[in-house]
C-alpha cells in the first residue's frame, strides 16, 4: 500500500511504526520528485539516508544529524532514512518504479550506510557510501545545495 500525504507543507510518505532516530523520519516509499519538490520549496535539497538496522554507528550518526538540525549546513536539506534491511518502493522522476534492489544497484548503494544527495528535481546527484566526517559531510551538503562542483562549474541536470 502506498500512502502519500502533504501536511504542513512536509511530505509525509508511508511512516514505518519504528524509528530509529528521533526526528529523522524512517519511511518505506518514496516518490524523489514530489519529496525534492517539496524541499525545493523550502529552499532545501533532499538527502536519503539509507541504512541498516540494528547499527549503532548509523544509529549516532542520525542521532547527531538529527540534534544538528538547526546547523546551517544542515538546515539547507530535509532528511528521510530508509532501511535497507526492509524493503522499499521507488518512484524515479521520470515515473520509473524500482524495487529496491533495482534502485540500490542502479545507485551505488551498499554498506551500513550509504547517503543520497539529490537535485531539486530529486535526480541523485551523488551517493556516498560510509559514514562521514563532519567536515566531508558539510562540502558535500555545499556542493549539492549550491549545485555547483569543485571546479566552479555548475550542475546541470538531464532533461
Not at 55 to 84: G, H, M, P, W
Not at 149 to 159: F, I, K, M, R, T
Amino acid at each position: 500500500m502506498k500512502i502519500t500525504s502533504i501536511f504542513s507543507g512536509i511530505l509525509l510518505v508511508a511512516i514505518s511504526g519504528s524509528v530509529m532516530a528521533k526526528d529523522v523520519p524512517l519511511i518505506n516509499e518514496v516518490d524523489f520528485l514530489e519529496a525534492s519538490a517539496q524541499a525545493s520549496k523550502h529552499n532545501k535539497r533532499l538527502l536519503t539516508i539509507y541504512r541498516q538496522d540494528d547499527c549503532e554507528e548509523c544509529d549516532r550518526f542520525i542521532s547527531d544529524l538529527a540534534q544538528n538540525q538547526n546547523n546551517t549546513k544542515y538546515n539547507k536539506y530535509s532528511f528521510y532514512q530508509v532501511s535497507t534491511n526492509k524493503g522499499i518502493e521507488v518512484v524515479c522522476p521520470n515515473g520509473l518504479e524500482l524495487s529496491d534492489n533495482e534502485y540500490f544497484e542502479a545507485k551505488g548503494i551498499h554498506g551500513k550506510l550509504s547517503l543520497v544527495f539529490h537535485d531539486e528535481y530529486g535526480n541523485v546527484v551523488y551517493t556516498h557510501n560510509g559514514i562521514p566526517a563532519h567536515d566531508e559531510l558539510y562540502a558535500l551538503m555545499d556542493f549539492v545545495h549550491e549545485e555547483k562542483y569543485a571546479d566552479g562549474s555548475e550542475y546541470v541536470p538531464n532533461s
